[in-house]
T-cell receptor, first 111, second 113 residues
Framework: RKEVEQDPGPFNVPEGATVAFNCTYS??????FFWYRQDCRKEPKLLMS???SGNEDGRFTAQLNRASQYISLLIRDSKLSDSATYLC????????????FGKGTRLHILP | NAGVTQTPKFQVLKTGQSMTLQCAQD?????MYWYRQDPGMGLRLIYY???????DKGEVPNGYNVSRLNKREFSLRLESAAPSQTSVYFC????????????FGPGTRLLVL
């Protein structure tokens, strides 16, 4: 099993719809979790951190399930500007490969 | 604040040539990182520096060297470029450890012929 796995997509979703992505991780000692957004030919930018209690930022909700070792991202009322690749990031201290990026999930919002 | 800056933006090298990718941050961050991003592979950590004067290997360090020149600057050197090093290289920084938010530079697109 790969350390961090994401469905590569693409997800083609009509504007205004709700879309959800999952990301699974293999190391139960992982300590912190993030969702980054990457636009085409641009650098990744933090979308939100993921906390054990779950967190919400406007139309975006992130959840962490430690028992099943996955994190999720929910986007409500999707906008055309949400079209991007969403990267799951898992950090685990005290390892050479301690920062693991998923390969990303591509999202296309359709007008 | 410029955030994280990288030079050059684009570079074409011939196999065996050397070059240094420059990265600087003006956010007074302690940690800095170099990644490469290849199609279908995602971002992979090459080297990181947890503080001025320290560097550590990441997932794919072979063929690269780094220097943490001071708190602001972290350079990546390819001593003898190979076609397998064709990639997009991103520098990033974080205030503290890697468990904190990372801020990325705009990237350097490198083609090795």
């Amino acid at each position: 099993r790969k350390e961090v796995e994401q469905d590569p997509g693409p997800f083609n979703v009509p504007e205004g719809a709700t879309v959800a992505f999952n990301c699974t991780y293999s190391n139960s000692a992982s300590q912190s979790f993030f969702w980054y957004r990457q636009d085409c030919r641009k650098e990744p930018k933090l979308l939100m951190s993921v906390y054990s209690s779950g967190n919400e930022d406007g139309r975006f909700t992130a959840q962490l399930n430690r028992a099943s070792q996955y994190i999720s991202l929910l986007i409500r009322d999707s906008k055309l500007s949400d079209s991007a690749t969403y990267l799951c990031v898992v950090n685990q201290e005290n390892r050479d490969d301690k920062i693991i990026f998923g390969k990303g999930t591509r999202l296309h919002i359709l007008p | 604040n410029a955030g994280v800056t990288q030079t050059p933006k684009f570079q074409v090298l011939k196999t065996g040539q050397s070059m240094t990718l420059q990265c600087a941050q003006d956010m007074n961050h302690n940690s800095m990182y170099w990644y490469r991003q290849d199609p279908g592979m995602g971002l992979r950590l090459i080297y990181y520096s947890a503080s001025e004067g320290t560097t550590d290997k990441g997932e794919v360090p072979n063929g690269y060297n780094v220097s943490r020149l001071n708190k602001r600057e972290f350079s990546l050197r390819l001593e003898s470029a190979a076609p397998s090093q064709t990639s997009v290289y991103f520098c990033a920084s974080s205030e503290g450890s890697s468990t904190e938010t990372q801020y990325f530079g705009p990237g350097t697109r490198l083609l090795v012929l």
